[in-house]
């Protein structure tokens, strides 16, 4: 979480999604079936389908990856009101799902512990940027 703090204030990094699970990675189950990650391999209603169908990747996997790649930090409502969702992401799908039950909704007590760290660093981060010398670490750490 700092790192990310760091990137957005130094950089301008911004991100809209804590990982690329279900379109930039995929899980493969020793079985054949295909995970949107390794975090959800067993978990059946996010499988994206088995390898040996034949009409694999088909319409259930579209759905899948559609349903992880709509859920962004803007389309996630809890995300959408957040002062630091640039920074954080979101939390990460897996955690989500299995402390909500759902993808789509970041548990509170993620974003009030993230919310929490980035309003205690901050000020650290902007004291940093305020020292030459250490500013050209933080910029060269984050690649600003």
Do not use: W
Not at 25 to 48: R, S, W
Not at 79 to 106: F, K, S, W
Not at 112 to 132: M, Q, S, W, Y
Request: glycine share 12%.
């Amino acid at each position: 979480h700092t790192f990310r703090l760091a990137a957005q204030r130094i950089a301008g990094y911004a991100t809209d999604r804590p990982c690329v699970a279900g379109g930039g990675i995929l899980a493969l189950a020793a079985d054949g079936t295909v995970y949107p990650c390794e975090h959800f391999v067993g978990v059946a209603g996010l499988a994206m389908g088995r390898v040996d169908e034949a009409d694999f990747p088909g319409a259930h996997f579209q759905m899948v990856a559609a349903r992880f790649d709509g859920c962004t930090t803007s389309a996630r409502p809890r995300c959408n009101a957040c002062d630091v969702r640039e920074a954080c992401g979101g939390q990460c799908y897996a955690e989500a799902y299995l402390a909500t039950g759902a993808i789509e909704r970041p548990s509170a007590d993620h974003c009030a512990l993230v919310k929490n760290i980035f309003h205690v660093i901050e000020p650290e981060l902007a004291r940093g940027l305020d020292n030459t010398e250490q500013a050209g670490r933080l910029r060269q750490a984050v690649g600003g």
